[in-house]
């Protein structure tokens, strides 16, 4: 597939992630560390009033012990908040190592997920909230190759038709390891289309990418 879209050109997207303190894109998304959001806003725009159930992993925790945590002044949940208000007819569920940043409001509602563990993974996709399939998954959690193939083959099956599964940060010097694993993906699943999706920025040149999946 291909994806046409402006990394340079701010996005109502763009705000509201900023504005929720979301680190996938600001209002002055030339000097952001991520320019997701513009991306985000081309594939999403035009679905972002339909009723769906989107399902990001990784809260984005404050604690400095966790790995790949969003330092002490991080805000958990912030692109839970942001996809809460973009999506504004949907339901949004989350997912997070640290419990102690697990929250829920009335559209929002998350929940414990280490996702190196394929039976931990598999509990928690048969929470009843969890059930029923999603028309988005993001994989913002742990960012390493090994936890991001562990969540895919435990959780690509809750994934609908028509939908997309995202893997966020991919670094540039695991990028390889990813072109080698689609390549297996691609025979496995016939319905799946994969594209790596590198996103120019004049910030961050280490791990601007993502691995954007769309079900046929």
């Given at each position: 597939?291909?994806?046409?879209?402006?990394?340079?050109?701010?996005?109502?997207?763009?705000?509201?992630?900023?504005?929720?303190?979301?680190d996938k894109g600001?209002?002055?998304?030339?000097?952001?560390?991520?320019?997701?959001?513009?991306?985000?806003?081309?594939?999403?725009?035009?679905?972002?009033?339909?009723?769906?159930?989107?399902?990001?992993?990784?809260?984005?925790?404050?604690?400095?012990?966790?790995?790949?945590?969003?330092?002490?002044?991080?805000?958990?949940?912030?692109?839970?908040?942001?996809?809460?208000?973009?999506?504004?007819?949907?339901?949004?569920?989350?997912?997070?190592?640290d419990s102690s940043?697990?929250?829920?409001?009335?559209?929002?509602?998350?929940?414990?997920?280490?996702?190196?563990?394929?039976?931990?993974?598999?509990?928690?996709?048969?929470?009843?909230?969890?059930?029923?399939?999603?028309?988005?998954?993001?994989?913002?959690?742990?960012?390493?190759?090994?936890?991001?193939?562990?969540?895919?083959?435990?959780?690509?099956?809750?994934?609908?038709?028509?939908?997309?599964?995202?893997?966020?940060?991919?670094?540039?010097?695991?990028?390889?390891?990813?072109?080698?694993?689609?390549?297996?993906?691609?025979?496995?699943?016939?319905?799946?289309?994969?594209?790596?999706?590198?996103?120019?920025?004049?910030?961050?040149?280490?791990?601007?990418n993502l691995i954007?999946?769309?079900?046929?």
């Amino acid at each position: 597939m291909d994806y046409i879209f402006n990394e340079k050109e701010s996005t109502p997207l763009c705000e509201i992630m900023g504005r929720n303190r979301s680190d996938k894109g600001n209002l002055n998304i030339t000097n952001s560390w991520h320019n997701y959001t513009t991306f985000y806003y081309s594939i999403f725009k035009n679905i972002k009033d339909k009723s769906l159930r989107i399902f990001e992993l990784g809260l984005g925790s404050n604690n400095v012990n966790i790995p790949q945590n969003m330092g002490a002044n991080g805000r958990p949940g912030a692109s839970l908040y942001g996809w809460n208000e973009f999506f504004l007819n949907s339901k949004i569920f989350g997912a997070d190592i640290d419990s102690s940043i697990l929250f829920n409001t009335d559209k929002i509602k998350t929940f414990f997920c280490d996702q190196t563990d394929p039976l931990i993974i598999k509990y928690m996709w048969i929470e009843p909230e969890l059930e029923e399939n999603f028309d988005i998954i993001l994989d913002d959690g742990l960012h390493s190759f090994n936890s991001n193939v562990c969540f895919f083959e435990n959780s690509i099956h809750k994934l609908n038709k028509n939908g997309y599964y995202i893997i966020e940060d991919v670094t540039n010097h695991e990028m390889h390891l990813f072109e080698s694993k689609i390549k297996e993906w691609e025979i496995k699943h016939q319905d799946l289309i994969f594209n790596i999706i590198r996103i120019p920025s004049t910030r961050n040149n280490y791990d601007n990418n993502l691995i954007c999946v769309y079900k046929k």
